[in-house]
């Protein structure tokens, strides 16, 4: 099932970004989570940006797991007026390379009076602070841990011809693949309230034992033989028990238990992971799509039956001369006779 939000803030942003690129911008970064480089690609970008040159920036590459980054980029970097790199945010010198392949992807403002504009977006917590910070060297954006800080658009000169253009972190309306909802959740990209930490902790482990299996066992000093016959939920259990979150009673507390694991993959701690590859997310996303569609088209197929029946069953009123009532579009109820 999609996954549905539209804060009033989202909203402003999607208005910023649009105004923005109609006053002329010559690049857009888009800041993906190189744990989760699919989930955290805006869907609505291309036609926000309206085919401007992308740079697609696979930002906390050092918590990802290097050959999956490597897949991305190359998925990326094949499409046309794309380029791609991984970063970590923090690092300076890796920073600069943005620049730099801002101006590979448009060699041909070199040279002319007016500044290369550079847009940069990306979703909450993407490390759109941590990174514009690292370029300017001084704290120019707000940095945390929940998402949603950055809230207004700013303008930062980092040399006399390279304008970049903030914008506030952006989710879309819908998400459509059920899985990139639950990665969006893992990474913290999606506030704590917004899905279930327990359910959210639960899929995380059940990808984790599929793509990285005895990352857990390790981390949290699991048997590998108790686990094996465990399902997820369980699993999570067992991790609580491990670190104590007990409950009055001996039950354990799962939210605790979820808390700790999201915390320990969010920092790192449970090793270099990437929740997807291109292949799947791909794959998930054609069908997704395929699968919204055919709901839009049952919608509309039901909305027209609908109509067609209640203007057949207004008929008969319309022979009621006392009535006197136009049709309208709530379809007023003709009542019986
Ligand atoms: N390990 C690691 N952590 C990072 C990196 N970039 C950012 N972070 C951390 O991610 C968290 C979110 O970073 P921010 O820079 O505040 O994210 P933002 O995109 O500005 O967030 P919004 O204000 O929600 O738009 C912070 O705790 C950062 O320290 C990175 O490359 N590697």
Redo the contacts with the bound molecule.
């Keep these: 099932m999609a996954i549905q939000w539209f804060p009033g803030h989202m909203h402003l942003t999607r208005q910023a970004i649009l105004a923005r690129v109609k006053d002329g911008i010559d690049v857009v970064i888009e800041l993906l989570d190189a744990r989760a480089p699919g989930s955290s690609a805006n869907p609505l970008i291309a036609s926000l940006t309206q085919g401007r040159a992308a740079l697609k920036v696979l ?2 590459q ?2 990802a797991d290097a050959a999956r980054t490597e897949a991305w980029l190359a998925h990326y970097n094949s499409q046309p007026d794309t380029r791609a790199i991984g ?4 690092m300076s010198a890796p920073a600069q390379r943005l620049i730099t392949a801002c101006r590979e992807l448009k060699p041909n403002r070199n040279g002319l009076d007016k500044p290369m504009r550079v847009l940069i977006c ?1 979703i ?7 990174l514009i910070n690292t370029l300017t060297g001084k704290r120019a ?1 707000k ?3 929940e ?4 809230k207004t658009e700013q303008r930062i000169a980092l040399a006399h011809d390279f304008y970049l253009y903030d914008t ?2 952006m989710l879309w309306p819908k998400i459509l693949v059920e899985q990139s909802g639950f990665h969006l959740a893992a990474t913290g990209a999606v506030g704590r309230n917004a899905i279930e930490e327990e359910v959210v902790a639960e899929v995380l482990i059940g990808r984790l034992r599929r793509d990285y299996p005895g990352a857990l066992e390790t981390r949290y000093k699991l048997q590998a033989g108790d686990t094996a016959a465990m399902n997820d939920a369980e699993m999570l259990a067992a991790i609580g028990r491990k670190r104590g979150a007990v409950l009055s009673g001996g039950r354990i507390n799962l939210q605790k238990a979820a808390e700790i694991v999201l915390h320990e993959f969010r920092a ?1 701690l449970l090793g270099r992971i990437t929740l997807e590859l291109p292949e799947e997310h791909l794959a998930l996303t054609a069908a997704a799509e395929e699968a919204e569609a055919a709901l839009q088209a049952a919608r509309l197929e039901k909305k027209r039956s609908r109509r067609g029946r209640s203007s057949r069953d207004a008929q008969p009123d319309d022979e009621r001369e006392n009535d006197g009532d136009n049709e309208g579009e709530s379809g007023g109820d003709g009542g019986d006779a």
């Design positions: 930002n906390k050092d918590l970063l970590d945010a923090s990306g909450p917590n993407v490390g759109k602070s941590t954006a940095t945390g841990d998402p949603g800080i950055t506030p972190g790192g």
